[in-house]
């Protein structure tokens, strides 16, 4: 099946560092990606939708200044936390899907631990 | 009221018991997900299925699209089937490009 992978499966970083997390698709092209997060015992929210080659589009609630996503190419998106702060600290999931936008197949990558201190 | 609903939230189960997680949802959905999440938090795709029953090894995944309602089984449990399992659905209207709504999830543990 396709595989998402994510870079890197966990960091630890400074209360106002930024910190970068990789999502790559590695046997597909992706046209959409998708950044969820997860709060302890709590279901997966979706934080923004992702199209190669546009700008991403957040959900309500999700500031894009803090959370830049970066969709450069079919089989990369980044999301960055910037000025990180221990409320961000999170498990980040992205998914990738690869074909047209009438399709809900996704492949979610194993997962980003973030813990801000 | 959540728009995806699992029951049960928590389930023990001895190896080899018969187990069934439910999910029901309150919108018009094109696809149902069923996911399993590891303790390490990775998840997995087990199934996407937007009518009848797809079976993959143990598990079944069965959807009644009139009665809004899922099931997965999961026949002859084991030990490494403890997993948080997760309904998701894709909406028929609404949303943003097929993202998903999530259910809280249903944590399983079997024990040997």
């Known amino acids: 099946g396709a595989v998402v992978s994510q870079h890197p499966s966990w960091v630890i970083c400074k209360s106002g560092t930024s910190v970068k997390i990789e999502c790559r698709s590695l046997?597909?092209?992706?046209?959409?990606m998708f950044w969820y997060r997860q709060f302890p015992k709590q279901s997966l929210m979706l934080m923004a939708t992702s199209n190669e080659g546009s700008k991403a589009t957040y959900e309500q609630g999700v500031e894009k200044d803090k959370f830049l996503i970066n969709h450069a190419s079919l089989t990369l998106s980044t999301l960055t936390v910037t000025s990180a702060h221990p409320e961000d600290s999170s498990f980040y999931i992205c998914?990738?899907?690869?074909?047209?936008?009438?399709?809900?197949?996704?492949?979610f990558g194993p997962g980003t631990r973030l813990t801000v201190t | 009221k959540n728009e995806v609903e699992q029951s049960p939230q928590n389930l023990t189960a001895q190896e080899g018991e018969f187990i069934t997680i439910n999910c029901s949802y309150s919108?018009?959905?094109?696809?149902l997900h069923w996911l399993q999440q590891h303790p390490g938090g990775g998840i997995v795709s087990l199934f996407m299925?937007?009518?009848g029953k797809k079976k993959h090894g143990r598990l079944i995944a069965t959807i009644n699209i009139q009665e809004k309602h899922s099931s997965l089984h999961i026949t002859a449990s084991h030990p490494r089937d403890s997993a948080v399992y997760i309904c998701?659905?894709?909406?028929?209207?609404?949303?943003?490009?097929?993202?998903?709504?999530f259910g809280k999830g249903t944590k399983l543990s079997v024990k040997p």
């Open positions: 919108v018009g959905i094109s696809a």
């Open positions: 299925l937007s009518s």
């Open positions: 046997d597909f092209q992706a046209t959409t």
């Open positions: 998914s990738a899907r690869d074909t047209p936008a009438s399709s809900y197949e996704q492949y």
């Open positions: 998701a659905v894709g909406m028929r209207y609404g949303g943003s490009q097929g993202n998903l709504i």
